[in-house]
C-alpha cells in the first residue's frame, strides 16, 4: 500500500488541522493505520492509532482529549484531527500501515507515507 500524508501547514498556538493519509494500491481496510510525529534530532514518536475497522484507537497521552484519529476505508482515508495545538505539537507527522492491526510501536508498521509538516506558531 502506498500513503500519502497531507493537511501540514501553519497555525496559531490553539488552532486546529485535520491531516488527512491517502491509501492507493492495496485493500486500505486490511491495515491498522497509525499517525506518528517527529522533531530534528529526536526519535519517531506515536501519537494515535487506529485499527482495521475503526473500532478501537489508542493515543499517546499528549494528544488524548485533543487529537482523534479516524479513518473512511470507503475513501481509502485515514485521518488525524488536531485541536487546541501548541507550539511544542510542531513536527513533521507520518501516517503508517500495519498488516498487524492496531499497533504503537513503528517498527510494526511496514508502510509508512512521505511526512507532512506542522508548524504551531505561540
Known amino acids: 500500500v502506498q500513503l500519502q500524508a497531507s493537511g501540514g501547514g501553519l497555525v496559531q498556538a490553539g488552532g486546529s488541522l485535520r491531516l488527512s493519509c491517502a491509501a492507493s494500491g492495496s485493500s486500505f481496510s486490511r491495515y491498522g493505520m497509525g499517525w506518528f510525529r517527529q522533531t530534528p534530532g529526536r526519535e519517531r514518536e506515536f501519537v494515535a492509532t487506529?485499527?482495521?475497522?475503526?473500532?478501537?484507537?489508542i493515543y499517546v497521552d499528549f494528544a488524548k482529549g485533543r487529537f482523534t484519529i479516524s479513518r473512511d476505508n470507503g475513501k481509502n482515508t485515514g485521518y488525524l484531527q488536531m485541536n487546541n495545538l501548541r507550539p511544542d505539537d510542531t513536527a513533521v507527522y507520518y501516517c503508517?500501515?500495519?498488516?498487524?492491526?492496531?499497533?504503537?510501536?513503528?517498527?510494526?508498521?511496514?508502510?509508512w507515507g512521505q511526512g507532512t509538516l506542522v508548524t504551531v506558531s505561540s
Open positions: 503508517a500501515a500495519s498488516l498487524s492491526g492496531i499497533q504503537v510501536a513503528a517498527p510494526l508498521y511496514e508502510f
Open positions: 487506529i485499527n482495521d475497522s475503526g473500532g478501537d484507537t
